[in-house]
């Protein structure tokens, strides 16, 4: 788990992800729509990395998406925040984007 802090808190927007996940897919395109570059750390041969995630709570384990170091959610987290116009917000507050 502190592997996962520690990844986390490193950039303002760190997404968990899998190559053959579709929804990773989308939650990585909304952030380069929003103008966000997103650490992006695959989970694909890192078992004990995705262990580390369901030991949070992540639950899908990916995507899991920390904005500002915090944990804010999995795809159907984040595209609510979207919708309710949150997610940005998120991400200037944490300096991931800047307008």
Known sequence: MDRVKD?????AAVIFT???????HSIKALFYELGASPAIHEVDH???????LRRLGCNPEVPAVFVGGKYIGSAK???SLHVDGSL???LI?????WF
Do not use: F, G
């Open 7 to 11: 990844l986390a808190s490193k950039k």
């Open 93 to 97: 507050d944490a300096r991931a984007i």
């Open 46 to 52: 890192d078992a004990e990395l995705e262990w580390a």
């Open 77 to 79: 987290d984040v595209i």
């Open 88 to 90: 940005k917000q998120k």
């Open 18 to 24: 899998k190559s053959t996940c579709c929804m990773c």
